[in-house]
C-alpha cells in the first residue's frame, strides 16, 4: 500500500463496519432458507428472537446507501450455511446463492469491498441434531463442500475472507459449533477433539480459496481479550501468560505457523487427550497457513493466580478477573483502548502477518431524542481512542490493513439483546416490538464520514468538549 504525505495510514486502507447475517438479515426462513442454530436458541425473557434482526434481507440497498455516504470502502458480513444448504448437506439453495449475488454486486457497485465470514456461529440445524455439529469428521466435508461452493461462487467478487469467527471460542463455547457435551464424560477432551476438527475445516478452506480463487486473502479470526497480570507478583504474570496461550495464542499459532505449539501438546499428552486425526492432518495444517490475521477487539481483563487456585471449577477462565483501573460499559466490559495497542504489537512481534481489525466497539443502551438522533459522544469517543492507539501501534511498526467497527446500523447483539446498540444508524425497533424498523442517523455517522474522508487524521472532529 503507498502512504500519502505523513500519515501513518496508507492509502487504500480498509474503513468500514462489521455484522453478520443472522444479526442483521432477518428473513429466518425465507427463499428456502433451513433454520439454523442460531434459529433454534430458546429466547430469554425481554430478548429477542432472530425472526426480522433489523430485516437487511429487503432493506440493503437502503442501508448500503447510507454506508457509502459514509465513505466506507470495506464492509464485512457472514454467509449464513443454511441459505446455501438449508439443511447443511442435501441440494444446494439457487435462491440463497443469489441473495449474496446481488448483496456483494451491490457493495461493489458502491465502492465497498465485501469481506466475508464463512461461518459466524450458525450452523444448520440438522448438522446439529443429525452429528452433533463439529464433534463429527463428517460436519468437517461438510463444510469444506459449502466453502467450496461459495469460493467458486464469489471468487471473482470478494477477495478478503475469514474461515470462523473468534475461532478460539471453540474451547469455552462449543454450542457455537453446534456441539453439545450432554453426556460426554471426558468434557475437555471432547473440547480439544473439536477445537482439532475445527482447526482441520479451516485449513481446508484455506486450501480451496488458494485453489479455486487466485489471489484470495484468508484470515484465520480470534476475539482477543486483553489480558493482564493481575498484580506484579511473578505468580500472577505465569498464571496470565497460560491463560493467554489458551485463550488466543494456539489458535494465532496453528494459523500461521501450521502447528500444535508444544505448550498445547505437552498439557494434551499429561492428561492423555491427544485428539484422534486422520491420516495428512498435519500436513494439511503445516501446508495451509493464512494470509492475514485479524481479530475482534473490546475489552480487556486482568488474570489472578489465586483466583484460579481457588476457582469451584477449572479452566481457561478460571483466573479472570476485572480491572479495577478501568471503566465499563453497562455490561461490564472495560473500556482499554491501549489494550488494543498491546495486542497488535504482540500479534506482530509474534506473526509478522498483516492485521485486520474486523470488529471493536461500544454497545450502549440507546433512545432518539426529540431531534430523532442520538448524541453518541461516549462512542465518538470510545472509537476514536482505539483507533488513535491503532496509529500508534503503526508507528510502531505494526502492518494494521483495515479497522471495522462492530456494527453499521444497529443489530441484535450475540446474547439476542436488541438494545444493546452499536451502530452509526439508529434502527427503530424494540426487543419484541419491531415498531418501523426505520434508519436514523446518529452522531457518530458524521463524525466516522470524516475519519474516513481523512484517512484516520480528523478523530476529534465533531467531539464534545466534555470527552476530549
Ligand atoms: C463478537 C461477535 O464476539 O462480539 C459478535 O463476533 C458480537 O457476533 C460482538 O455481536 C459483540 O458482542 P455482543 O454480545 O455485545 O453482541
Request: net charge negative; glycine share 8%.
Amino acid at each position: 500500500m503507498k502512504k500519502n504525505n505523513d500519515n501513518i495510514i496508507p492509502e487504500g486502507f480498509f474503513w468500514g463496519g462489521a455484522v453478520t447475517s443472522f444479526q442483521t438479515e432477518g428473513a429466518w426462513n425465507k427463499d428456502g432458507k433451513g433454520p439454523s442454530i442460531v434459529d433454534a436458541r430458546p429466547v430469554k425473557e425481554g430478548y429477542s428472537n432472530w425472526e426480522t434482526a433489523v430485516d437487511f434481507y429487503h432493506r440493503y440497498k437502503e442501508d448500503i446507501a447510507l454506508f457509502r455516504e459514509m465513505g466506507f470502502n470495506a464492509y464485512r458480513t457472514s454467509i449464513s450455511w443454511s441459505r446455501i444448504f438449508p439443511d447443511g448437506e442435501g441440494e444446494v439453495n439457487e435462491k440463497g446463492l443469489q441473495f449474496y449475488d446481488d448483496l456483494f454486486d451491490e457493495l461493489i457497485s458502491n465502492g465497498i469491498q465485501p469481506v466475508i465470514t464463512l461461518y459466524h456461529f450458525d450452523l444448520p440445524l440438522a448438522l446439529a441434531q443429525k452429528y452433533n455439529g463439529f464433534a463429527s469428521r463428517k460436519v468437517v466435508d461438510l463444510f469444506d463442500r459449502y466453502a467450496r461452493t461459495v469460493f467458486k461462487r464469489y471468487g471473482h467478487k470478494v477477495k478478503y475472507w475469514l474461515t470462523f469467527n473468534e475461532q478460539n471460542l471453540v474451547l469455552t463455547k462449543p454450542q457455537y459449533w453446534g456441539v453439545s457435551l450432554d453426556g460426554v464424560d471426558h468434557k475437555e477432551a471432547m473440547l480439544y477433539q473439536v477445537a482439532h476438527n475445527v482447526f482441520v475445516a479451516h485449513a481446508k478452506a484455506v486450501k480451496s480459496l488458494h485453489e479455486l480463487v487466485p489471489g484470495g486473502q484468508m484470515a484465520g479470526m480470534v476475539t482477543y481479550l486483553a489480558t493482564y497480570p493481575n498484580t506484579c507478583k511473578p505468580e500472577d504474570v505465569i498464571a496470565n501468560m497460560k491463560t493467554k496461550e489458551l485463550l488466543v495464542d494456539f489458535f494465532f499459532d496453528v494459523f500461521s505457523n501450521g502447528e500444535y505449539p508444544t505448550y498445547v501438546i505437552k498439557d494434551l499428552e499429561r492428561k492423555g487427550i491427544i485428539p484422534i486425526g486422520e491420516e495428512g492432518d498435519a500436513e494439511l495444517l503445516k501446508e495451509n497457513t493464512v494470509d492475514y490475521l485479524s481479530i475482534s477487539y473490546y475489552q480487556s481483563q486482568t488474570v489472578s493466580a489465586e483466583k484460579a487456585a481457588t476457582a469451584d471449577e477449572k479452566g481457561i477462565l478460571s483466573g479472570v478477573t476485572p480491572n479495577p483501573n478501568l471503566k465499563t460499559n453497562e455490561w461490564g466490559w472495560a473500556i482499554d483502548p491501549i489494550g488494543l495497542r498491546v495486542c497488535l504489537k504482540d500479534m506482530y512481534a509474534r506473526y509478522r502477518l498483516p492485521i485486520f481489525i474486523t470488529e471493536n466497539g461500544i454497545g450502549v443502551r440507546e433512545e432518539l431524542n426529540d431531534q430523532n438522533t442520538v448524541e453518541d459522544d461516549y462512542r465518538i469517543e470510545y472509537l476514536s481512542e482505539h483507533i488513535k492507539q491503532m496509529k500508534v501501534a503503526m508507528e510502531e511498526g505494526v502492518d494494521v490493513i483495515g479497522y471495522l467497527t462492530w456494527g453499521s446500523t444497529d443489530l441484535i447483539s450475540s446474547g439476542g439483546q436488541f438494545e444493546k446498540r452499536y451502530g452509526f444508524i439508529y434502527v427503530n425497533r424494540g426487543e419484541s416490538d419491531l415498531r418501523d424498523l426505520k434508519r436514523y442517523k446518529k452522531k457518530s455517522f458524521d463524525w466516522y464520514k470524516r475519519v474516513i474522508a481523512s484517512n484516520g487524521e480528523e478523530l476529534d472532529a465533531l467531539m464534545s468538549k466534555s470527552v476530549r
